[in-house]
């Protein structure tokens, strides 16, 4: 199973920004799509996870300005960042979990928020 992970860059804090994730290769559903950043020496970190049948659950910092959304027909996930802060600055990495366990890892985008 690859991940690729599209978008990120530099935006302005108040703008918006949306990543996609595809994956691809032997993909076994259900599965649970998540996305976690990494801020230079901090601890990787769950931003937002959503379930096979579309359960979603944010970490609090984003509740309200962060959308996840998935298509799986296309196997891809988005991440809808609105309002965005300096502090939401960082590698986003989006996981894929199967339902024995197994993860697997994109290989990050970076995002960075600032005037």
């Known amino acids: 199973v690859q991940l690729q992970a599209f978008g990120g860059g530099l935006v302005q804090p108040g703008q918006i920004m949306r990543l996609s994730c595809v994956a691809s290769?032997?993909?076994?559903?259900?599965?649970?799509m998540s996305w976690y950043r990494q801020a230079s020496e901090n601890q990787r970190e769950l931003v937002a996870s959503?379930?096979?049948?579309?359960?979603?659950n944010y970490t609090d910092s984003v509740k309200g300005r962060f959308t996840i959304s998935r298509d799986n027909s296309r196997k891809t996930t988005y991440l809808q960042m609105n309002s965005l802060r300096p502090e939401d600055t960082g590698v986003y990495y989006c996981?894929?979990?199967?339902?024995?366990?197994?993860?697997?890892w994109g290989q990050g985008t970076q995002v960075t928020v600032s005037s």
């Open positions: 996981n894929l979990k199967n339902r024995f366990g197994t993860e697997y």
């Open positions: 959503i379930g096979w049948q579309g359960s979603t």
């Open positions: 290769g032997r993909v076994i559903s259900p599965h649970r």
